[in-house]
């Protein structure tokens, strides 16, 4: 069931939610979160939809601050989406229109659920400094998507010169499976690496990440290639005793290859906005080697003049 509320204001749908909870039998307890998603029209569809997926695993209140005609006058047109209808948790869409569009943090603060950590997500093009946004200010953790920008490579760089603990990129969690089988591959003895190379379709800041990443923890060289992707396509990491390469050319499965040893085809799909998001709902506190990388890929970008 969804219950639609136009020109409404904050006390009005507080008090529509609480009415929702006790027509099923149940409150804001089984809530682990509340996710603030900061977006407009054109995206609200997509990221409401991801987040009701992340959601079977984390039970959250989602929050949508959709932003409309700035030039209007102040009002709310409110949207709840009662638990089953989108998820086992609650959804809230709010489309602010005029000057509220700007002051969306006095609008979601009464709709937090008490007690309980707040995620910010901007799935579009998302803050330069998240943590001193007036949304951002309200949460732990706040998680920007810089592909989504016209110069990802640009927008990550400029986020990362504003880097405060809690705030992350889904260019980032994109990189969970390679950096895994990555460090799978190593397990088994290889001798020193020498140097690395990142292949990616142009303008794709993942793989900056990544030969970031590689270049910080390998103290070594790391070349960055282009390719036709999709994504990421090729890390290949040169060691004293031989190559080991992972490559996709499809964008759904891996061939791993190792010195000496069969070729290995692995699963490694590119990752939906859901599963990035579920992964990030998973941790609230900061996470080191996103900062350590992001900061190191801040160092070399600033060398380099870019």
């Known amino acids: 069931m969804t219950l639609y509320l136009p020109r409404t204001t904050t006390a009005q749908i507080t008090e529509a939610l609480m009415a929702e909870r006790h027509s099923v039998g149940g409150g804001a307890m089984n809530m682990v979160l509340t996710l603030v998603i900061v977006?407009?029209?054109?995206?609200h569809y997509d990221a409401v939809r991801a987040a009701t997926e992340a959601g079977h695993e984390h039970p959250s209140r989602v929050v949508a601050l959709i932003r409309r005609d700035p030039d209007a006058e102040p009002a709310i047109d409110a949207e709840i989406r009662r638990p089953g209808t989108s998820g086992p948790g609650e959804?809230?869409?709010l489309r602010l229109y005029g000057p509220l569009g700007r002051h969306a943090d006095s609008v979601v603060t009464p709709l937090?659920?008490?007690?309980?950590?707040?995620?910010?997500?901007?799935?579009?093009?998302g803050p330069v400094d998240p943590a001193d946004d007036p949304v951002?200010?309200?949460?732990?953790?706040?998680?920007?998507?810089?592909?989504?920008?016209?110069?990802?490579?640009?927008?990550?760089?400029?986020?990362?010169?504003?880097y405060r603990p809690g705030d992350t990129d889904l260019t980032w969690t994109r990189?969970?499976?390679?950096?895994?089988?990555?460090?799978?591959?190593?397990?088994?003895?290889?001798?020193?690496?020498?140097?690395a190379?990142?292949?990616?379709?142009?303008h794709y800041p993942s793989a900056d990440l990544m030969a970031s990443w590689l270049s910080d923890r390998l103290e070594v060289?790391?070349?960055?290639?282009?390719?036709?992707?999709?994504?990421?396509?090729?890390?290949?990491?040169?060691?004293?005793?031989g190559d080991i390469t992972i490559s996709r050319v499809d964008g759904r499965v891996a061939t791993l290859s190792r010195f000496g040893q069969p070729d290995q085809t692995v699963a490694l799909a590119r990752r939906s906005a859901s599963q990035a998001l579920a992964e990030?709902?998973?941790?609230?506190?900061a996470d080191e080697i996103y900062e350590s990388a992001a900061r190191h890929l801040g160092a070399s970008l600033t060398g380099s003049g870019a």
């Open 39 to 43: 977006t407009d029209e054109a995206d």
């Open 91 to 93: 959804a809230v869409l």
């Open 112 to 125: 937090l659920v008490p007690d309980a950590p707040v995620v910010a997500w901007w799935p579009g093009v």
């Open 136 to 162: 951002g200010r309200l949460a732990q953790r706040r998680i920007t998507d810089a592909l989504r920008a016209p110069d990802p490579l640009r927008d990550l760089a400029d986020r990362v010169a504003n």
């Open 175 to 195: 990189l969970t499976p390679w950096r895994s089988l990555l460090a799978s591959a190593m397990d088994q003895p290889c001798g020193w690496v020498t140097s």
């Open 197 to 202: 190379r990142v292949t990616a379709e142009d």
């Open 221 to 241: 060289s790391v070349e960055r290639a282009t390719s036709h992707g999709p994504g990421l396509t090729e890390v290949r990491l040169t060691t004293e005793h």
């Open 280 to 285: 990030e709902l998973r941790r609230l506190d």
